[in-house]
């Protein structure tokens, strides 16, 4: 069974930083690109970051240059290490594997807010 | 990267058929026949019931089916159920490993 579980929300002031994890197991993490996904409180999904098998990294516009994506093989884990970090940000956080037609399987998310 | 547009919201009673509308651009739906539909119950996490516009995942009733048209994807769900009640997303490939979302439509079955 394919299982995501994210790790690493929490209360953090605007300016500060987050990294987030995403332990995974029930499939091959090494050869999967994996996603973040994050949801704003009563908002759309909006799509964050990716990550390939080989480790080839993208960003939305909107995080680009604050956040970095990296993948952790040994350990089948995805980071996302979140810098500069202001109220727009607050959201769910969610990581996705995708295959090749989309994401296919979420984990239930981690909730960042970013409040002063 | 704008995102997809779907209605707020739509209704319908037990037993009848609804559609959900999902429109995007020539840089996302209209480029590639990847478009998925996500079911959400709130605070839970996002289910793919609809990939590569029209194709269910194994488990998921045949009463949710997908079609496209130009740069407007459809969700439809027929048969309504009280469980069917639920937020909906569906989301496009929009090329070098991104992916957008639509909205999110709020489905209230009366």
């Known amino acids: 069974e394919v299982q995501l579980v994210e790790f690493g929300g929490g209360l953090v002031k605007p300016g500060g930083s987050l990294r987030l994890s995403c332990a995974t197991s029930?499939?091959?993490?090494?050869?999967?690109?994996m996603n973040w996904v994050r949801q704003a409180p009563g908002k759309g999904l909006e799509w964050v970051s990716a990550i390939t098998r080989s480790g080839d990294m993208y960003y939305a516009d909107s995080v680009k240059g604050r956040f970095t994506i990296s993948r952790d093989n040994a350990n089948n884990s995805v980071l996302l290490q979140m810098n500069r970090l202001s109220a727009e940000d607050t959201a769910v956080y969610y990581c996705?594997?995708?295959?090749?037609?989309?994401?296919?399987?979420w984990g239930q998310g981690t909730l960042v807010t970013v409040s002063s | 990267q704008s995102a997809l547009t779907q209605p707020a919201s739509v209704s319908g009673s037990p037993g009848q058929s609804i559609t959900i509308s999902c429109t995007g651009s020539d840089s996302d739906i209209g480029s590639f026949n990847l478009v998925s539909w996500y079911q959400q119950h709130p605070g839970k996490a996002p289910k793919v019931i609809i990939f590569?516009?029209?194709r269910r995942p194994s488990g998921v009733s045949n009463r949710f089916s997908g079609s496209m048209s130009g740069n407007t994807a459809s969700l439809t769900i027929s048969g309504l159920q009280p469980e069917d009640e639920a937020n909906y997303f569906c989301c496009s490939y929009a090329g070098t490993y991104m992916w957008v979302f639509g909205g999110g439509t709020t489905l209230t079955v009366l």
């Open positions: 029930g499939f091959t993490f090494s050869i999967s690109t």
């Open positions: 996705a594997r995708s295959l090749s037609w989309g994401p296919d399987s």
């Open positions: 590569e516009v029209r």
